[in-house]
Nanobody, 121 residues
Framework: VQLQASGGGLVQAGGSLRLSCAAS????????MGWFRQAPGKEREFVAG????????DYADSVKGRFTISRDRAKNTVYLSMNILKPEDTAVYYC???????????????WGQGTLVTVSS
């Protein structure tokens, strides 16, 4: 499956962005999906996950209360709404499809190409 992420850009601290990631086919409908990010000079890290039916979600502590993950199974699309953005949120954001159906992403089946989010102070 191919994943196409969009919605990244430049935003001031305190602002908001919404990322989207569309999968190329419906094979993702029974899989968890999520987002990772990689900041310059740092390792890639988990951001958020959502179960196959959107019944459960999981977030990194650093984004809890500010980011919201959602999905539209009919459109094979996962979203990440990011609010109260901070300079430390600056990173390339990657959407993923998990090998399992839960929100707790442990093994990634597919990676998207990434979209850059830059938060200025």
């Amino acid at each position: 499956v191919q994943l196409q992420a969009s919605g990244g850009g430049l935003v001031q601290a305190g602002g908001s962005l919404r990322l989207s990631c569309a999968a190329s086919d419906r094979t993702v409908s029974n899989n968890g999906m999520g987002w990772f990010r990689q900041a310059p000079g740092k390792e890639r890290e988990f951001v958020a996950g959502i179960s196959w039916n959107a019944g459960s979600t999981d977030y990194a502590d650093s984004v809890k209360g500010r980011f919201t993950i959602s999905r539209d199974r009919a459109k094979n699309t996962v979203y990440l709404s990011m609010n109260i953005l901070k300079p430390e949120d600056t990173a390339v954001y990657y959407c993923v499809v998990s090998l399992n159906p839960t929100a707790y992403i442990r093994t990634v089946r597919s990676w998207g190409q990434g979209t850059l989010v830059t938060v200025s102070s």
